[in-house]
């Protein structure tokens, strides 16, 4: 069995990903590594992406590709890379190869992370899900990026409705929408381009998401909105969670959605992540 990595700029992560899915349709793993993202792909040779391919993929974000021969039990060292991870005592989000916690109170989340984005162990994840938890669930709710949908999940078991989830990846879409089947909630997933399509609202935002786009969510906020269901033109969330920053970029997020009417109300950092909660004092429309 072969690994094959391939390390690119963090800044381009997300068009690089998007690039290597439609190489490489079953999954990529991901690390994140600072300033760089690994996306490694398995396969016996032969069944891998030429290096050509992914060398034009990865374009000018391009750092580094490297092969490496993996033992037989790799799935193995695999599967406990993605433990089970307790969030506020309220939230267990697991791997379906994992037992329940089985404690009182604690609602269960299963996340197959066969599609290789994450089971809700990484801190970026972690952190939302805290600050989920400060929060009064209620009304609508709309996950930004969804990836295997975890912050969706979790709004919809908390009490949270309408959920609604949305991704610019096809693989996250369909990963979404099967975990949410997985776990009996009621969650509408859709394939949506943050940067051009109309953004989708809603009474509470998620958006784990890289800086740039982060950004971007930020001075979108202030256009009118259409999708059905959710607020209305120009109106901000009355709360959002952000994530996906790192600890130096948590302010330069802060100032960006301050402009568009949210204010910090909490930040989270766990080594060199960061997470903010941000909300609206006036809330329009």
């Known amino acids: 069995m072969i690994r094959l990595a391939l390390r690119v700029r963090r ?6 990903l998007a690039e290597l899915l439609e190489l490489a349709p079953n999954g990529v793993e991901e690390t994140d590594e600072g300033d760089v993202v690994e996306y490694a792909v398995y396969g016996a040779p032969g069944e891998l992406p030429a290096l ?3 060398e034009a993929a990865a374009g000018g974000a391009l750092v580094e ?25 309220r939230l ?23 599609q290789a984005f ?4 990484h801190a970026t994840t972690r952190m939302c899900l805290e600050l989920l938890l400060e929060l009064e669930p209620g009304g609508s709710f709309a996950d930004l990026g969804c990836g295997s949908g975890v912050l ?3 709004a919809a078991k908390l009490g949270w409705e309408p959920v609604a989830a949305f991704d610019h990846e096809a693989a996250a879409v369909d990963a979404a929408r099967e975990n949410a089947a997985v776990n009996g909630v009621a969650v509408e997933v859709a394939r949506a381009d943050l940067r051009r399509e109309p953004l989708p609202r809603a009474d509470t ?7 740039p786009l982060l950004l971007a969510v930020a001075e979108r906020l202030r256009e009118p909105a259409v999708a059905p269901g959710h607020r209305g033109a120009s109106s901000p969330p009355g709360a959002l969670v952000a994530g996906g920053l790192l600890r130096a ?5 802060a100032a960006a959605f301050a402009a568009a009417g949210l204010r910090e109300a909490q930040r989270r950092e766990s080594g060199d992540w960061a997470a903010l909660l941000l909300v609206c004092d006036d809330r329009r429309g």
């Open 152 to 154: 969706a999940i979790a």
């Open 118 to 121: 994450g089971t809700g162990a």
């Open 205 to 211: 935002v998620a958006a784990n998401l890289l800086r």
């Open 52 to 54: 050509p391919a992914l």
């Open 92 to 114: 267990h989000v697991r791997p379906p190869w994992t037992e329940p916690l089985g404690a009182p109170g604690v609602d269960e989340i299963v996340i197959d992370p066969g």
């Open 65 to 89: 590709i490297a092969t490496t021969e993996v033992s037989d039990d790799w799935f193995d060292g695999w599967k406990r890379f993605h433990a089970p991870v307790l969030v506020g005592e």
């Open 249 to 253: 970029e948590a302010g330069e997020a």
């Open 11 to 16: 800044a381009d992560a997300e068009v690089v």
